[in-house]
Structure formats: C-alpha cells, structure tokens
C-alpha cells in the first residue's frame, strides 16, 4: 500500500487513509506544530522567514492559516483593520478579501486568479472539505477596483506572474515561492508551506532597502 501511493505520490494524509481502509494502522503521525517535538523545526522556520527579510516570507498549513511570518509580511499589513487580523490569520482571506490586501493589488484580477486556480488544483488532490470551504468563501468575495496609485518607475518586463500591490504611494512587485519539505514522516509538516516573495524589479529593491535603511 505505502509502495503504491508512494509511486502516486499520494498525500501524506491520505496515505494513512488507505493504509486503515487496508486494515492496517496509520503510518503517520500528525503531531501539532506547538509540540515541543517540532521544536527544532518551528525555530528553523522561524530563521529562515527572518533571514529572508526585508522580503515578505510567510509559513502555512493545509487551509492557508498563517503560522508564521516575518516582518516583511506584517509590513504589508499595516492598512489593514484590525477587525481582519484577529487569529487565525488565513493567507487566502487577508489576500482577496475586499477590505484586506485585494484594494491595494494592482493587477488584482490576475493575481486572483492564480491564487484561486491553485487552490483547485490542490482540491483535486487533497480533497479536502475545510479547504473546500475556504476556497468557495474567498471565490465569493467582491472584487474591488484597486485605488489609484503612481505608475511603476520604469516598466521592465517580467519572468512570472508578479503580485504587484501598492504600499506607501508606491508599486511593489513581487514574484511568489513556495518551499515544502522532502520525504516528510509527518501528516502536519507534510502540509506546511514556506512562501516567500521575491522583488520582481529594481525599484522593489531599492525602496524595501530604504524602509529598512
């Protein structure tokens, strides 16, 4: 069973699924992320996001609840109500909804789109209800114009679709990332996801190094 869904690649959490519908117990364990086991691992996390700064770097679960995040993210954050920002913070909800991130995005339509299609995608593997949920949740919000703001410094063109969003009477532009971890023995860590966001233009670069100058 494990040699088949292996070859399938067949998600870790499903993985124990088969292996119970096969009369055998699970194989992995879903151990929660404050367990002092995941030490070791939340601390490394924990330096890599920071080491990514000034740049916006993020870590989250299966539904996209955020479990960590470095200053560049919080950076981001800052016009947004504090009514949004209670916990459990959801990546998805802050991003797209239309009092979170989604005014301040300046190709707001694309970007919409890749974040929606990539949680179809992962619908289709995981088959997940609560991400189901999210997914129908955050598909149904309005989608605002994004307000006026100056034009990018110079046009250049772009290797990936960049998230371009305004921050400060500016445009930044970002291309996005995301990190899992190899061959995991653990239904939790086999679901998180490091995001990290990388400048997409030289006058990213130049105005996250003055903000942090």
Sequence with gaps: ???????????VRDRNALLLAAGYAPRFPETPLDDPALGALRAGMERLIRGYEPYPALVVDATYDVVAANRGITMLLDEVPEDLLAPPLNAMRLTLHPRGLAPRIRNLREWRGHLLAQMERQIALHR??????????????????????????????????????????????????????????????????????????????KHLQELVS
Aim: charge should be negative; hydrophobic fraction near 45%.
């Design 128 to 205: 997940s209800a609560p991400l189901r949920a999210l997914y129908e949740e955050v598909a149904a919000y309005p989608v605002p114009e994004p307000a006026p703001a100056a034009e990018p410094e110079e046009p250049v063109p772009y290797f990936a679709l960049p998230m371009q969003i305004e921050y400060g009477g500016r445009i930044l532009s970002f291309i996005s990332s995301i990190s899992t971890f190899n061959t995991p023995m653990d239904v939790t860590v086999a679901e998180l996801a490091i995001e990290t966001f990388l400048p997409a233009d030289p006058a990213t670069v």
């Design 1 to 11: 069973v494990l040699r088949l869904a292996e070859h399938l690649d067949v998600p």
